[in-house]
């Protein structure tokens, strides 16, 4: 299973990763490698087994009682911002709403 | 040109009642507060933090399932919805994609093209973005990201595109909204927010829909009230049949509602669905149910409106009142407990629409809950009392505002006012002859048989005793002493 460059390329953009010409073509040979892995993996028949997206599963569903608890103070949650105003995260224009 | 036939799907979203959030146990009651208190190292998506599901907002999103007919599945699971927006400050969203908490259910709508059916595709459990404020100062545009919203419960109704006309879209909202509100899991607010509406919309023609074709479809988002769904829809669909009958094509594409302008604006083409790249959330173990599980939240579901409005119909209303009187669960409880106090159907319910209502636009009271009414008892016994001919009708007019205002019950309001009844023909016969004196010229026609006349001679008395004669006896007297001449 071949992942071409520009496939990654395009992912890499999706996830706003910059990667270099060389970094690229690296990328697609190990993608490619894991993709191939799968490919076999899919070989395998699984008719009878009842999908989940983890090999080990809880016994019974973890959940939490709908407690609310103390927030971080503010200026913890802004702490690593690279701007704020007025108790905001301060970022670039947003035009448009999105879902 | 010929005929077109429009092709509606809706999708809602709905924050959750719950008191936590979705993932974490930050307060969800954050409405006024300084942005960024409502937050913690989950919600902000800090690096290995662990989110746990809300037992409640789960809960909640089976009844909401059940309650519209949806199979909840044995198995289900929240995916990463990955996308790089400001709003989302983890770069991506938890959702259910692949296993919805619902799935396969349905609305059935009364119109006036007679019974209609909607179908709903799926109901599924996420969490909400952060708020952005978008500012421009000196000509420099930035925006604010307030995270207080970042991970609040949310729900996402999906129907099937089986709406064919913006009635039926509106019409199945206000019944989704009662729903939700009625199963106390949701507050139904869209000027606030809490609940957005969105619509998809596409037309084509008979021959099209003969043959199950649908054509491109617009999505319209920010939809924050039934009207402007309405509005919203019925330009869209002008705007897809002009391009058509110009020989144009529509492209797929998510537009936004202008209401000042009334017309949709273009916002961006449809964004394929991979390219999120969903994937199973590695930090929340699957959630299976079983059903025993669904039959437990199934014996919870709270009676909801149409289940009520059928029992108010039973006890002898019609359906315009019975729909008036569940307009809120607080007020057909309220209702009820006026009910059991004592008084008869028609009485309460009509003291309630009429006198009570009356109160309650003057006094803008919402009706969501019914502290600032007076007690529901009391206003049973003020009907039951009117009824019996205790008080009049004048005097329920005269005692209401009291009741508002004081709390008080019916006999202290009625002390206080020095409201009594005059029902003695000792006390009414004087006044009777009285105004018959004074009213010659209608005596006579009443004597001629002109029975209409008859209610202005009530009035005259009652008038004449400052609105408390008793009716009943008012009017036994009067004929009396109009038989006796
Ligand atoms: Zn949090």
Same mark, same amino acid.
């Given at each position: 299973?071949?992942?071409?460059?520009?496939?990654?390329?395009?992912?890499?953009?999706?996830?706003?990763?910059?990667?270099?010409?060389?970094?690229?073509?690296?990328?697609?040979?190990?993608?490619?490698?894991?993709?191939?892995?799968?490919?076999?993996?899919?070989?395998?028949?699984?008719?009878?087994?009842?999908?989940?997206?983890?090999?080990?599963?809880?016994?019974?569903?973890?959940?939490?009682?709908?407690?609310?608890?103390?927030?971080?103070?503010?200026?913890?949650?802004?702490?690593?911002?690279?701007?704020?105003?007025?108790?905001?995260?301060?970022?670039?224009?947003?035009?448009?709403?999105?879902? | 040109?010929?005929?077109?036939?429009?092709?509606?799907?809706?999708?809602?979203?709905?924050?959750?009642?719950?008191?936590?959030?979705?993932?974490?146990?930050?307060?969800?009651?954050?409405?006024?507060?300084?942005?960024?208190?409502?937050?913690?190292?989950?919600?902000?998506?800090?690096?290995?933090?662990?989110?746990?599901?809300?037992?409640?907002?789960?809960?909640?999103?089976?009844?909401?399932?059940?309650?519209?007919?949806?199979?909840?599945?044995?198995?289900?699971?929240?995916?990463?919805?990955?996308?790089?927006?400001?709003?989302?400050?983890?770069?991506?969203?938890?959702?259910?994609?692949?296993?919805?908490?619902?799935?396969?259910?349905?609305?059935?709508?009364?119109?006036?093209?007679?019974?209609?059916?909607?179908?709903?595709?799926?109901?599924?459990?996420?969490?909400?973005?952060?708020?952005?404020?978008?500012?421009?100062?000196?000509?420099?545009?930035?925006?604010?990201?307030?995270?207080?919203?970042?991970?609040?419960?949310?729900?996402?109704?999906?129907?099937?595109?089986?709406?064919?006309?913006?009635?039926?879209?509106?019409?199945?909202?206000?019944?989704?909204?009662?729903?939700?509100?009625?199963?106390?899991?949701?507050?139904?607010?869209?000027?606030?927010?809490?609940?957005?509406?969105?619509?998809?919309?596409?037309?084509?023609?008979?021959?099209?829909?003969?043959?199950?074709?649908?054509?491109?479809?617009?999505?319209?988002?920010?939809?924050?009230?039934?009207?402007?769904?309405?509005?919203?829809?019925?330009?869209?669909?002008?705007?897809?049949?002009?391009?058509?009958?110009?020989?144009?094509?529509?492209?797929?594409?998510?537009?936004?509602?202008?209401?000042?302008?009334?017309?949709?604006?273009?916002?961006?083409?449809?964004?394929?669905?991979?390219?999120?790249?969903?994937?199973?959330?590695?930090? +929340? !173990?699957? =959630?299976?149910? $079983?059903?025993?599980? *669904? &039959? %437990?939240?199934? #014996?919870? /579901?709270?009676?909801?409106?149409?289940?009520?409005?059928?029992?108010?119909?039973?006890?002898?209303?019609?359906?315009?009142?019975?729909?008036?009187?569940?307009?809120?669960?607080?007020?057909?409880?309220?209702?009820?407990?006026?009910?059991?106090?004592?008084?008869?159907?028609?009485?309460?319910?009509?003291?309630?629409?009429?006198?009570?209502?009356?109160?309650?636009?003057?006094?803008?009271?919402?009706?969501?809950?019914?502290?600032?009414?007076?007690?529901?008892?009391?206003?049973?016994?003020?009907?039951?009392?009117?009824?019996?001919?205790?008080?009049?009708?004048?005097?329920?007019?005269?005692? +209401? !505002?009291? =009741?508002?205002? $004081?709390?008080?019950? *019916? &006999? %202290?309001?009625? #002390?206080? /006012?020095?409201?009594?009844?005059?029902?003695?023909?000792?006390?009414?016969?004087?006044?009777?002859?009285?105004?018959?004196?004074?009213?010659?010229?209608?005596?006579?026609?009443?004597?001629?048989?002109?029975?209409?006349?008859?209610?202005?001679?009530?009035?005259?008395?009652?008038?004449?005793?400052?609105?408390?004669?008793?009716?009943?006896?008012?009017?036994?007297?009067?004929?009396?002493?109009?038989?006796?001449?």
């Amino acid at each position: 299973m071949q992942m071409s460059r520009e496939e990654v390329a395009h992912v890499a953009w999706l996830a706003r990763l910059a990667l270099s010409e060389a970094e690229l073509e690296r990328y697609a040979g190990q993608l490619s490698g894991i993709l191939s892995h799968i490919v076999q993996l899919q070989e395998l028949d699984v008719t009878d087994i009842a999908p989940t997206a983890m090999a080990v599963e809880a016994g019974g569903n973890v959940v939490r009682a709908d407690v609310p608890t103390a927030s971080a103070p503010q200026d913890e949650v802004l702490a690593n911002a690279a701007d704020i105003e007025d108790g905001s995260f301060r970022v670039r224009a947003i035009l448009e709403e999105s879902a | 040109m010929s005929e077109w036939l429009t092709v509606i799907g809706i999708e809602v979203h709905t924050q959750l009642l719950t008191r936590s959030k979705m993932f974490c146990s930050c307060d969800n009651n954050y409405a006024g507060d300084e942005p960024n208190t409502h937050v913690c190292p989950v919600c902000l998506g800090a690096p290995g933090m662990l989110p746990t599901v809300n037992a409640q907002a789960l809960e909640y999103g089976i009844m909401a399932a059940l309650a519209l007919d949806c199979s909840v599945p044995e198995f289900s699971w929240f995916e990463r919805k990955n996308y790089p927006y400001p709003d989302l400050v983890k770069g991506f969203q938890l959702t259910q994609y692949a296993y919805p908490i619902g799935a396969h259910g349905k609305v059935d709508l009364e119109t006036d093209h007679g019974p209609r059916r909607i179908g709903v595709r799926r109901v599924h459990l996420e969490e909400d973005t952060a708020k952005n404020t978008h500012v421009t100062v000196a000509g420099e545009s930035y925006s604010l990201v307030d995270c207080n919203r970042a991970g609040v419960p949310l729900m996402e109704i999906v129907t099937e595109p089986d709406a064919r006309s913006s009635e039926e879209a509106v019409a199945y909202l206000k019944k989704l909204r009662d729903v939700l509100v009625f199963l106390g899991i949701a507050s139904g607010k869209m000027e606030e927010g809490a609940m957005r509406l969105e619509a998809n919309i596409s037309v084509r023609t008979p021959a099209e829909a003969a043959a199950g074709v649908l054509r491109k479809r617009c999505e319209v988002k920010n939809l924050n009230s039934f009207e402007n769904v309405r509005a919203a829809l019925e330009y869209e669909r002008e705007r897809q049949i002009a391009a058509y009958e110009a020989g144009e094509e529509i492209q797929q594409a998510t537009l936004g509602w202008d209401s000042a302008a009334g017309r949709t604006v273009y916002q961006r083409s449809k964004e394929e669905a991979q390219d999120y790249r969903y994937f199973p959330e590695p930090d +929340l !173990p699957p =959630l299976r149910f $079983t059903a025993a599980d *669904v &039959d %437990a939240v199934r #014996a919870k /579901l709270p009676e909801l409106r149409p289940a009520i409005i059928a029992r108010y119909e039973a006890l002898g209303l019609d359906r315009y009142r019975a729909e008036l009187l569940s307009q809120t669960r607080a007020l057909a409880t309220y209702f009820e407990t006026a009910l059991a106090g004592g008084g008869k159907v028609e009485r309460v319910a009509n003291l309630l629409l009429g006198d009570l209502l009356a109160q309650v636009n003057e006094r803008q009271i919402n009706l969501e809950e019914t502290t600032a009414l007076p007690a529901a008892g009391e206003l049973g016994r003020l009907a039951q009392q009117w009824e019996a001919g205790e008080v009049t009708g004048p005097q329920v007019k005269q005692l +209401l !505002p009291r =009741l508002f205002e $004081t709390g008080e019950t *019916v &006999d %202290a309001a009625k #002390a206080a /006012l020095g409201i009594r009844v005059v029902g003695g023909a000792d006390e009414l016969l004087p006044i009777i002859e009285a105004v018959l004196a004074a009213n010659a010229a209608a005596v006579a026609k009443v004597k001629a048989g002109e029975q209409k006349v008859m209610g202005f001679l009530v009035g005259q008395v009652m008038k004449a005793t400052k609105g408390q004669g008793a009716p009943g006896e008012v009017n036994r007297l009067l004929a009396e002493v109009l038989a006796r001449d």
